[in-house]
Structures are given as C-alpha cells and as structure tokens.
C-alpha cells in the first residue's frame, strides 16, 4: 500500500504511511480525547447521582465502604450486620470509601463514580494506544466505539467491580504488548498493576491478560528466554503487591476467606458443584458480546468477513487490527472454559474488540473516496451522538421501572419509625444488601428458627422483617406473640420483585423458668 497524501475532510492534515497515518502538527491531538472524554461524561455520568441505589452489589460497596470510614479498618470489609466481606477483595471498596470520605459520606455518587472514572480511562487508554502507535482515527473510532458499547456504558453507570477490572487489564495490555530490551520497567509496572487487579477481583485480573500476551508474544515470536523473564517479573511484582493481603485476611478469618473465595466464588464458578451458580453451555458469550457490543456488532461482523487473511496481502500486516484480535478471541476462549458465566464478566474483552474494529474502519475510511469519507464520518458522528439521547430514553421507560420494584428507601424509613436506631434490626432469611443499607447499622441476620426464637425471647420489643411469603411459617415457629406492623408492597408504587413484611413482637413479660 503506497502512502497518499491529502485524504481529505476531516482527517486531511494526515497522510498515510503503509498501514499507519502519521500526525502533522495540528488540534487533533487535543480534541479527540476531549471529544472522548465528553462523550463519556455524556454516557456514564449521566444521572448516576440522582438515581438511588438499587443493585445489591451498589448496595454492597456502600456498606463495606462506610464501615471502613466509621470503624478505620481498612483491610477487612464488613457488612452492617458485622459479615466479613469474603466474595471480593477489597480494590474496589477503597475506591468508593476514598470517594464517599472526599465527599463526607457514602452516596450514590461515591458508590458509581470509580466505575465512571475507570470507564473514562479505558477508553482514553485505547485512544492513547493507537494515536502514539501513529493511528489517530483508528485511536479516535476505538474510543468512541468502545465508550458506546451498550453494556460497556451501561455497567460503567452502576458500582460494579467490572468496569475498574477493565480498566486494569486494558492497561496491562496496552503497556506489555511491547517490551523493548532495555526498559527494565515496564515489565514492573505491568505488575504492579496486575497486583492491582487481583486485589480488584482476585486471580482472574491477571489470568486474562496473562493469557492474551502469552498468545501475543508467541505469535510475535518472543524468544523463549525473553518471554519466561518477563513473565517472571511481572508474577513476582504481582505477588508482592497482593499477596501480602490474601495472606493477612486469610490468618485473620481463620482460613474462611480461603474457603469461601477461591473455594466457591473460583472453583465452583469455574468447574460447578454449586447449586446456587447455574451453569451455562460454552457458546453463551457469542450471542452474549453480539448483543452487548450493540450498535457496533454488525460492523464487527462485516470487519472480520472482509478481512484479508492470506500471508501475502497487507492487511494480515495490520498488527493493531490483529493485536485487538487476539486480545478479544483469547479472553472469550478462557471466559468460555468456566461453566459459570455472566455478561458483566466480558467486559476485559471489549477494548480489543474496539482496536480491531477501530483499525478496520480505519482502513476503509482511507481506501473510500472523500465524498464516501464525509458521509462515512457523518453517519459515525450521528450514531454517537445519539447514543446519550438513548440512555437518556432508556432511563425513563426501562430503569426507572426497574429501579422502583428494587426500591427499598421507603419501607426502610417505615422499619426505622418503629425501631429508630440505634435499636437494631432483624432480618430474617432476608438477604436484602439494599434494605440493610438503607436501614443503617445495626442490622442482625439470621437464618434458623432456633437463633431467631433465642433472640425474641430476650427483654424487650423487637424488629423483624422477613418475606412475605414466610408470614404464615413464622406463625407456626416464632415463640412469642407479635403483630404485622407494615408490608413493603403496601409502600412501593409498584409490585416488588420480593415482598417483605415488618414484625413487631408484642410487649409481654418474659416466662420466668421455674426454679427448683
């Protein structure tokens, strides 16, 4: 492919140079990232602080989080009702316990704005990569595509440890791809950033980028010795960073975080022998990323059937396009090894998936002619700019509805009329993360009809909420005389997904054992 020069509106102060375009000193540089970085605000900020919390993992790190700010105790995280937090790390708490401190208490802002954040920097990190690589359109087409990814944007707008674990692997990728001799640190920050990873969300943040470049370097024909040195240095730094917690917290559960952790949330996820995690066929993440990666799968689809693939042609020269390639292929391969799967657990795949398709439409873009270019980048600039105007739909007809079955601020504030803290309350075979959030501390859970009766026969009222389809169980079981004092359905606008109920038990003097 010969370099040309003047490809016209809006890119025409580049010139291609074989598969690469080389900048001339000009704006691009600065707008393409504030472009970026605007749409991003556009699509992920977009009402995260107006929106109550209403998942149970949001609720989750706002009460790990506010504990950490009320109690100091940093390194173990803890529910309200005194749980240790042993399904995650603790990365992700830090976060939003730095941001709820800055911002003087725990809020929906400080739950969602590390995912928001991290989102941006995923996609300012893509668009860095290729525009230091000499492909600035390729860089600024890879950011949008992948800050417009419907379930990129719609995780980056809600507290989920995926987003950040993005984030970091991203960066792992995009620093290791290519090490030249002599810079001894690179190797160590990737590691380090790696440590950051797992201390995200435990192995798997180092486990998919492992296994992209390990893939990568062979193809780029790493020499062995080379290879096993770098990987060596980044495992060493990773276990430096974060090895120190896992064995700390591990000593002081008593080696339940070992058991719960890496037993249940890593073996049983990978291999099943859970009944609680359904189990999914290998395929699952195929028609999984064709729906996720909306609007842009089509393009995905037509890019890899018009792709050249023989040795001989130079678009199998394209090391980006087939980096991004290889980087996508390679983590939905080991995603796909585990019987358990979730959407959210692709999202460390979709930045490659953007350079690919970003390099793709690069390509075509330089190969059209200008009036083709300027309708091509209209109708790019169309759909983003859309994009923003759709969540903004999306929030009234679909999460609006969805978050009001979820609600539970009002039966909370009924639960503390009749038991104002700091009186506590019970939540029997309720795992509600939301209620227990909004109720404040303290909170009991209980499971066993044996703990809850021992617990209602001590002096005083207590507080109980259950399910509502318990009620008639508890009537049967529950030693002690109480009343229906509010039912969660009676205070939502709309049916909730479960209903509760809230239990007072009546004032009575409490059976004196007889003695002897």
Partial sequence: ?????????????????????????????????????????????QGIGSRELWASHEARAAQNAQCMLDDGNWLLPRLYDGQVELQKPPGYYWLVAMVGWCRGEVDEWAVRLPAALTGMLTVVLVWWHLWRRGRPVAGFVAGAVLAGAVHFSGTARIGRIDVPLTCAVAAIMLIARDIPPGRSWVPVVAGAIGGAAVLLKGPIGVVLPAAVLGVWWMTERVPIRRLFRLAATMGVVV?????????????????EFLRVFFLHHHFHRALGGSETLAAHPWWYYLPRFAADFLPWTPLVVLALVRHRWSKGHCRAHDADARFGLVWLVVMVLVLSMSRFKRADYLLPAYPGAAIFLGCAIERWYLACSPRTRVRGGCAFALTISLLPVGWLVFDRLVTAPEEAAHEQSRFANRIRETSPAPESVILFRVESHLLAYHLGRPVHTLVEWGDLNARLREPGPHTVVTRAEFLDECRGHVAVPFEVVARSEDLSPVRPHRPLVLLRTVNQACPTPPRD
């Fill in 1 to 45: 492919m010969k370099g040309r020069a003047g490809i016209g509106f809006p890119w025409h102060f580049f010139r291609a140079d074989g598969l690469r375009l080389s900048p001339r000193p000009d704006l691009i540089g600065l707008l393409s990232p504030l472009t970026l970085i605007v749409l991003c605000v556009l699509l992920f900020c």
């Fill in 239 to 255: 276990l430096a960073v974060a090895f120190p917690w896992f064995a700390w917290v591990n000593r002081e559960t008593d080696g």
